[in-house]
């Protein structure tokens, strides 16, 4: 393990700072356990930290935080089964190499690929799709280190309680050092990306979602421009984007001159009407086949804050017509995109999908703009139809909300009170969300 040492922590976008009273980079999960049972002889808590992607506090580390860089072993790849074990703090984007050069793949995935395995596990991330689910839904085994300091293993046949609740746990119930996942075999990925008007897609909403196997799009705010986005599998042969066509879509078009509008916007936020109209018609059609990975993830460079709230399936299209209808009524200027995506119901007690099919509507701020009547403003209308708000985005609810819309909740509290009564694992986000 490193040297202890103090250091001051922030998360990507800027929005969470912590200084916590000691920062190591355990290597071993024997030296997580050590660090544990040093933080309960110290009275300290204890937080792991992943890539810093999550919006919320979920990775802030008051008492002692550790690194995730010292565990990035990948311990075991059963090709023929499909399971891999990898330690927890492995980059997304170095198992899909990993993946890769073994024929294997995860089935689904969100929009980028820079957080650690188990920060985007604990927070529930996941990709949208009509068959496949999140993250959540594609792990077989979990190793955690318990407050106690001791080291157990959960899956569907050992503890299963434990593994239903810890898939989507917040770190709140221990700390992941590795996870097994049931991967499928390596395939490619069909993307057909076009613009369309607001009108068609609300109307074919339905239709797309049942017709395609992933289906999401995004919405211009202030115009009728979206850009809808299908992706379905296929036998090939692979046909990726050129490079060139790759830079100026993906890098130049996407991030470089975003971020540009993005501080024009800041400056003069009355601009970002006009200027989501052009935005709107910039990115033309295109159409491609690649590795799954590829197409199901892209850069990000441009920073920014972001709320998402998953509500049911059958009241998306309602809170999409009520959520237009707020930009009439508020004075909202507002310059990026707001996705909208669509997932099976999954079985972890926590994950936002949890016993329903699910739609996601996500809104989202450059990093330097306020965000707050924005936010909270979608946050009451999404609320209202039983919203659950994604763990790694911001949103102001507390326990008394959440245990009304999961039904689990109660259940993982409860497992939480026998697992870490002294709440060593706790931190303001998860006293505010499991309500201590």
Not at 59 to 69: T, W
Not at 219 to 234: I, L, V, Y
């Amino acid at each position: 393990m490193s040297p202890a040492s103090t250091e001051n922590w922030r998360n990507w976008a800027g929005n969470q700072h912590a200084s916590p009273r000691r920062a190591t980079t355990p290597r071993t999960t024997a030296e997580v356990a050590e660090a544990v049972r040093a933080a309960a002889d110290d009275g300290l808590t204890v937080r792991m930290t992943g890539t810093g992607h999550s919006f919320t506090g979920a990775a802030v580390a008051e008492g002692v935080l550790l690194r995730p860089g010292g565990l990035t072993a990948v311990r075991s790849v059963d090709t023929a089964g499909g399971l891999v074990t990898v330690e927890a703090g492995l980059p997304l984007h170095r198992l899909n190499a990993v993946l890769a050069d073994h024929g294997l793949a995860l089935a689904n995935m969100g929009d980028i690929q820079e957080q650690t395995v188990a920060g985007a596990l604990q927070t529930a991330t996941h990709g949208t799709g009509r068959d496949a689910a999140g993250l959540a839904s594609q792990v077989a085994a979990l190793e955690l280190v318990l407050a106690d300091g001791s080291v157990v293993t959960c899956s569907r046949d050992e503890r299963p309680d434990l593994f239903d609740a810890a898939r989507a746990g917040l770190g709140a119930l221990g700390i992941v050092t590795a996870i097994t996942w049931r991967t499928v075999p390596a395939f490619l990925l069909r993307a057909e990306e076009a613009p369309m008007r607001w009108d068609e897609v609300v109307a074919r909403i339905d239709e797309f979602d049942a017709a395609n196997e992933h289906f999401e799009f995004y919405w211009f705010p202030h115009t009728e421009g979206c850009s809808t986005k299908r992706n379905n599998r296929t036998e090939g042969p692979a046909a990726p984007l050129s490079p060139v066509k790759y830079w100026l879509d993906d890098k130049f078009l996407s991030n470089t001159v975003f971020g540009w509008i993005n501080r024009v916007t800041h400056r003069v936020p009355a601009a970002a009407p006009a200027i989501n109209k052009v935005s709107a018609k910039a990115l033309g059609a295109r159409t491609y086949t690649d590795t799954s990975y590829k197409v199901f993830t892209s850069p990000r460079t441009v920073r920014f804050k972001e709320q998402e709230y998953a509500i049911p399936r059958e009241q998306l299209v309602p809170a999409l017509k009520e959520l237009r209808a707020l930009f009439d009524r508020r004075d909202w200027r507002i310059s990026f995109p707001i996705e909208v995506r669509m997932l099976p119901e999954e079985d972890a007690w926590l994950s936002m999908a949890h016993g329903r099919r699910s739609a996601f509507i996500a809104v989202h701020v450059y990093n330097r703009d306020p965000h707050e009547d924005y936010f909270g403003g979608v946050e009451d209308l999404l609320t209202a139809m039983g919203g659950r708000p994604h763990w790694g985005k911001l949103h102001t609810r507390d326990a008394a909300y959440l245990e009304t819309v999961y039904p689990r909740f109660g259940d993982f509290r409860a497992l939480r009170d026998e697992l870490d009564p002294d709440r060593r694992f706790a931190n303001p986000y998860t006293r505010r969300v499991f309500g201590d």
